[in-house]
């Protein structure tokens, strides 16, 4: 035994396959283990599951961003926002949490867990503020270890080699 050359199938992301090649081998979101502390400075991630990671550098005292996909949310609590007492509220696709006695999330973790109805592709309106009222430079990330800094379809901007058909949402 031994020896053989690296297949789709063996149940390893290795060779030349990735999640587009390989699906059942290689995950979606290359090498990032599913940590939010792992994530890129300044993130925030959608889960499968309806939760919204965060890895920020600046303390954040509100949030608002909306669900892509065609979700909705039927509810939003827990996370770090109701730890912290913010006020939560969603509605549609958009979610927003704030202060009412100036506390801050910090760190990373899990922002807050949402309840949706229908499939969610990622997220998109970020607007991310700190203590002051100021937007915070938040980006997507999808979980492909770049963190948003290459071009990618859902991050917002018609660039690089999209187009409406291989993007709409962009």
Avoid: K
Avoid at 48 to 59: A, Q, R, V
Avoid at 87 to 114: K, R, Y
Wanted: charged share 20%.
């Amino acid at each position: 035994g031994g020896g053989e050359d690296p297949y789709c199938g063996d149940g390893e992301c290795n060779g030349d396959e990735d999640n587009d090649s390989c699906p059942e081998d290689c995950e979606s979101g290359g090498d990032w283990d599913g940590d939010a502390c792992t994530m890129p400075a300044n993130t925030v991630h959608l889960t499968s599951g309806g939760d919204i990671l965060f890895n920020t550098d600046t303390p954040v005292a509100g949030f608002q961003m909306d669900v892509d996909g065609g979700a909705t949310i039927s509810s939003a609590a827990g996370g770090e926002a109701e730890a912290a007492g913010f006020m939560v509220s969603a509605g549609g696709n958009t979610v927003l949490g704030f202060s009412l006695t100036g506390a801050t999330i910090d760190g990373c973790g899990t922002l807050v867990e949402l309840e949706l109805d229908g499939e969610a592709t990622g997220l998109s309106g970020i607007i991310i503020s700190d203590s002051a009222g100021q937007a915070l430079p938040f980006e997507y990330f999808d979980g492909s270890g770049g963190g948003g800094e290459d071009p990618y379809c859902g991050d917002g901007e018609c660039n690089g080699d999209e187009d409406n058909d291989s993007c709409p949402e962009d």
